[in-house]
């Protein structure tokens, strides 16, 4: 089905940003659980799940444009939300042409690649009808594209990027184009390893997720990509919550009441998904955010009532690091009224 585009929409200002029917409908409601509590989370990455996010490698929504623009007016305001270390130039490539290669082949009507051939040296034209840009460039000089060739396609694309060198068996986050995290910087954790950069996650460390998770991602392969959901919870449908703008946001969560929570407060999911790049052997780290407010949510009566019983079940620090605690009390008496306590099958 084509995708209608709702180009208007702001993640910010008057925070127009909605989900229609069947941007609800296909939201990667991300607890199959009444509890929710972290753990080694991974599937592989293929077209069939519970959610239509997942029919394609790289989703593309009816938020498209509007997450775009977005994403310009972060990095206007602060360039640093792209950073490449020097080494890590024939990743950048690599994602580039992941990215083109996905998009043209899963949205022909959207997206158009045509290349005389697939090595550095090769003639490429992209065409991106939705941000109405034509670009022909030679495939690995960087020269003949507006900016560098990450930054290039990671701007056309919803959702951040980290690309993590791999080496000494441990992966170093060495790149990321980062406009839509909840609450870390790139700037601050840019060279960190697995360990470090994950080191303020209470529980997990403890419980052996991270050591898990890392042997795992050391071992995916070109062409078996794997995904993950994580979630938060943010005040209003903004994309930019990152430590940098905290004070434009972070105000925000004393602003609930009982009479707004269900149209304020948004249940923020990330579909992350690990790819290992053909030539440099880094993994490609992309987290894809989607935003459903109570309201929107609550209209699927079996999601009412479990995000009714996790949020009531939350370990406290969970709630204390996701940022939650001052309105967690609010948003469980509001979902309450959804839940008449009937048990919930298993699954999303
Ligand atoms: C949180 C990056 C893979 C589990 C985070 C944070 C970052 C991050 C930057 C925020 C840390 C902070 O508070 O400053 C990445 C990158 C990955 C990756 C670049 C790619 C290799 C994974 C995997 C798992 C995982 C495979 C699987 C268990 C978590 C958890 C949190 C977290 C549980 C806490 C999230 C929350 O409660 O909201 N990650 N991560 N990460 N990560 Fe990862």
Request: net charge negative.
């Amino acid at each position: 089905m084509s995708i209608v585009f709702k180009p208007d929409e702001t993640f910010r200002g008057d925070y127009s940003y909605r989900n229609s029917d069947e941007a609800i409908l296909r939201f990667p409601f991300p607890f199959p659980d009444d509890q929710y509590m972290y753990s080694v989370n991974m599937e592989p990455h293929q077209p069939k799940g519970a959610s239509a996010v997942y029919e394609h490698g790289f989703d593309v929504d009816e938020h498209y444009i509007a997450e775009c623009r977005d994403k310009a007016i972060t990095l206007e305001r602060d360039p640093g939300r792209c950073q490449v270390l020097p080494h890590m130039q024939m990743a950048e490539w690599d994602t580039l042409e992941l990215l083109m290669d996905s998009l043209s082949a899963d949205y022909p009507e959207h997206f158009s690649l045509s290349k005389t051939g697939t090595d550095f040296g090769a003639h490429w034209t992209w065409i991106n009808r939705p941000l109405g840009i034509e670009q022909s460039f030679v495939f690995g000089d960087a020269a003949t594209l507006p900016c560098g060739s990450f930054e290039y396609i990671t701007r056309q694309a919803q959702g951040d990027f980290a690309i993590c060198d791999q080496r000494e068996d441990n992966l170093f986050l060495d790149a990321g184009m980062v406009t839509s995290q909840a609450d870390w910087s790139l700037d601050f954790n840019v060279g960190m390893s697995f360990m470090q950069w994950h080191g303020p996650v209470p529980l997990a460390h403890q419980a052996g997720v991270f050591e898990r998770a890392l042997k795992y991602l050391l071992m995916i392969r070109q062409g078996q990509p794997v995904r993950r959901l994580n979630w938060t919870m943010t005040v209003n449908p903004r994309l930019d919550t990152a430590p940098e703008t905290f004070p434009e946001w972070g105000p925000d969560r004393a602003s609930l009441t009982p009479e707004n929570i269900g149209r304020k407060l948004h249940l923020r999911v990330e579909l992350q998904t690990l790819w290992r790049l053909p030539r440099s052997n880094a993994l490609l780290f992309p987290i894809r955010c989607y935003l459903a407010s109570l309201d929107e949510l609550v209209r699927v009566p079996k999601w009412g009532k479990r995000l009714s019983r996790v949020l009531a079940t939350l370990p406290p620090p969970l709630a204390e690091y996701k940022g939650l605690s001052r309105f967690l009390p609010t948003a469980v008496a509001y979902l309450a009224a959804f839940d008449d306590g009937s048990a919930i099958s298993k699954g999303t």
